[in-house]
């Protein structure tokens, strides 16, 4: 049997539900480039709490201005519009697309809509605020980094951390040397949620404010859940509508060491967990550890949401944090500190390294003056495409119980027929994955 190709990766068991092109109207291709005194015409997809927080921060930038909104419960919809005449609701996010007066995008959906709705709106040749995790499949990630590529929109994916001046001295510490070689990295997060998780349900008929069929898009369909559509502390222990906690919280940490060692795709990966101990509803694992192997580095990410002893830099119910363990010494750090371990002699905790990384702006502003501007913000779909991979082939190794190979040159999983095609997803119809934007 000859070896699988790239092209096995790309559309293997795709062709029964292989897209068409995305065919929207000459209107909906947005007012075209931005002027210097043009006000960015902003919509929202997806009204809940973070891009509602999104959303306000845009607002603070005088040169926007906000003529849309989409979401599939009406009361999200109504709290954006209500005494704001010139803002149109949509329940179908492909109408607000359309709207002529949306130059960009702010997309905060639950993670299985991001990869569909950023590639339609990329097409449609609007801006995309794309909220993380990025994607949920591989495939997915690559989708939406073409598609972004392809129709040259900005886009910014939502890691606010990496704005925050504690990151950027961190990747000063380690693009020093000083640490001496990095040969291995640790990301962690605990959370202790208690037996029952986020609780259990009641078995109910959806409300009339919400279209829950259209909630759940091309997932796979199951029974309305009021847990599930609450937000996206709920929905990450749903493994079809999220990926679970990795793609959740994740991102965040992996961020900083992509960005301080310059990472690119991984060569292996492995993934083991399990959902243990948690009850309540849902069925994303309580545990998981990830392993990435790239060139001369391993690196790790653990998660429990039953304990977190020994998870330093936390409180009494959750902590996170990052270790760069080098030949020197490790370098200790969280969202808001960092600290460095010497081991051998030379390595002076006090000769804090000069600092190159310049400081951050709002995360959203970065990617505002970017399309007034030109050029692409710090976590682009290129950057970020490089996180959001690694988690998704790790998800991918979970579910199959073995290591992946990955050539990060061609971008396909090797030797592994079955991964190969279950990296693709299997959209619910009528929703039809975007083949066509996997070929870079």
């Not at 029964?16 to 480039?33: E, K, Q, T």
């Not at 569909?116 to 499949?137: F, R, S, W």
């Not at 990617?367 to 030109?374: M, Q, T």
């Not at 959209?427 to 870079?440: H, I, M, N």
């Amino acid at each position: 049997m000859n070896p699988p190709t790239r092209r096995d990766f790309l559309i293997s068991g795709a062709a029964a539900f292989m897209a068409g092109p995305i065919l929207l109207p000459s209107s909906a291709f947005g007012r075209g480039v931005i002027g210097a005194n043009d006000k960015i015409g902003l919509a929202l997809i997806g009204a809940g709490g973070m891009g509602s927080a999104n959303l306000r921060q845009c607002l603070t930038d005088p040169g926007t201005e906000l003529v849309a909104v989409s979401d599939v419960q009406q009361h999200r919809i109504d709290a954006w519009t209500k005494d704001r005449p010139n803002v149109t609701g949509y329940r179908d996010y492909r109408e607000l697309l359309a709207d002529p007066r949306v130059d960009a995008v702010i997309i905060a959906t639950p993670p299985h809509w991001h990869c569909l709705q950023a590639v339609d709106a990329a097409a449609a040749g609007k801006h995309v605020y794309l909220q993380k995790p990025m994607t949920i499949y591989p495939a997915e990630t690559l989708a939406v980094r073409n598609a972004m590529r392809k129709h040259k929109v900005v886009c910014q994916v939502g890691t606010q951390i990496h704005q925050q001046d504690n990151y950027r001295r961190v990747v000063d510490w380690i693009r020093s040397g000083k640490l001496g070689p990095i040969g291995r990295v640790e990301n962690f997060w605990g959370w202790n949620m208690g037996a029952k998780g986020i609780g259990v349900a009641p078995k109910e008929e959806p409300p009339k404010d919400i279209d829950f069929d259209m909630w759940l898009g091309p997932a796979p369909e199951c029974d309305y859940n009021r847990l599930l559509v609450a937000d996206a502390a709920m929905h990450c222990s749903w493994m079809d509508y999220s990926g679970g906690w990795t793609p959740g919280m994740a991102p965040h940490l992996l961020d900083l060491p992509v960005w301080a060692l310059e990472l690119g795709f991984p060569e292996k990966i492995s993934c083991f967990g399990g959902r243990h101990i948690l009850g309540g509803d849902g069925d994303a694992p309580d545990t998981q550890d990830m392993m990435w192997q790239y060139p001369g580095l391993t690196m790790r990410w653990h998660f429990s949401q039953f304990n977190h002893h020994g998870y330093e830099f936390g409180t009494k119910t959750r902590a996170l944090g990052v270790y760069f363990h080098g030949l020197n010494g490790t370098l200790r750090t969280n969202y808001g500190m960092n600290e460095i371990v010497a081991q051998l002699e030379g390595l002076d905790p006090n000769d804090k390294p000069e600092q190159l990384i310049p400081a951050g702006t709002v995360h959203e502003h970065e990617w505002l003056d970017c399309i007034r501007n030109g050029g692409q913000p710090s976590c682009n779909a290129d950057y970020h495409a490089k996180i959001d991979m690694a988690v998704a082939l790790g998800n991918l190794s979970y579910q199959l119980g073995r290591t992946i190979h990955f050539n990060p040159k061609t971008e396909r999983i090797i030797g592994d027929p079955e991964a190969a095609r279950r990296a693709i997803p299997e959209y619910r119809g009528p929703w039809k994955f975007p083949v066509q934007y996997l070929e870079s």
